[in-house]
């Protein structure tokens, strides 16, 4: 059974326009979620995270949004750039502390030039 | 400052065979984590530690060992190779709540 699940396998977006990456997640428990970037042949690397004390936390381009009640979460990028092209995952743990992170299956995101 | 070093980067391996996948941080992080990405799968955590000594596992943890004799190293050990360990294998290390992973090791078992 899958605890975090991101929908959407891919996802292409015009350069400068916002991409929203979509996760939700089936664990009452989880309070603290992570976004992390994966390039090909390269080991993910942590984006940005959010508390659930918190609904939204935003770090220059990007922002993270926490919808407890729907246990719903998403990353907004903008202006999406080339660059930002790669995997997205999203990550979530329980409040227990072990750092035992879920993760979701993962998003393509492509930005057009 | 090398962060998390993985070794070997790619591993062919026949059925039956044994192996061990190396991790090595030089953080200084007590927290560290192995996992599997494949397919359609996301990463699944295969064992984790908590500090030198302690190790404890994860969702997929069947057909894996580890060990974590100082806080730097956190080797995978496969005992009995089978080709449904073909899989990426990524190590962490964590600070707080925020994990470093290293590059990968691709493992194919033949």
């Known amino acids: 059974d899958q605890q975090v699940k991101q929908n959407s396998p891919s996802l292409s977006v015009q350069e400068g326009r916002i991409s929203i990456l979509n996760c939700d997640y089936t664990n009452s428990m989880f309070d603290y979620f992570l976004w992390y970037k994966k390039y090909p042949a390269e080991g993910p690397t942590f984006l940005i995270s959010i508390s659930s004390i918190k609904d939204k936390n935003e770090d220059g381009r990007f922002t993270v949004f926490l919808n407890k009640s729907a246990k719903h979460l998403s990353l907004h990028i903008v202006p999406s750039q080339p660059g930002d092209s790669a995997v997205y995952f999203c990550?979530?743990?329980?409040?227990?502390?072990?750092?035992?992170?879920?993760f979701g299956t993962g998003t393509r995101l492509k930005v057009l030039a | 400052n090398a962060g998390v070093t993985q070794t070997p980067k790619f591993q062919v391996l026949k059925t039956g065979q044994s192996m061990t996948l190396q991790c090595a941080q030089d953080?200084?992080?007590?927290?560290m984590s192995w996992y599997r990405q494949d397919p359609g799968m996301g990463l699944r955590l295969i064992h984790y530690s908590v500090g030198a000594g302690i190790t404890d596992q994860g969702e997929v943890p069947n057909g894996y060992n580890v060990s974590r004799s100082t806080t730097e190293d956190f080797p995978l050990r496969l005992l009995s190779a089978a080709p449904s360990q073909t899989s990426v294998y990524f190590c962490?290390?964590?600070?707080?709540?925020?994990?470093?992973f290293g590059q990968g090791t691709r493992l194919t078992v033949v």
């Open positions: 953080m200084n992080h007590e927290y």
């Open positions: 962490a290390s964590l600070r707080g709540t925020e994990a470093f």
């Open positions: 990550a979530a743990s329980e409040a227990s502390g072990t750092y035992k992170y879920i």
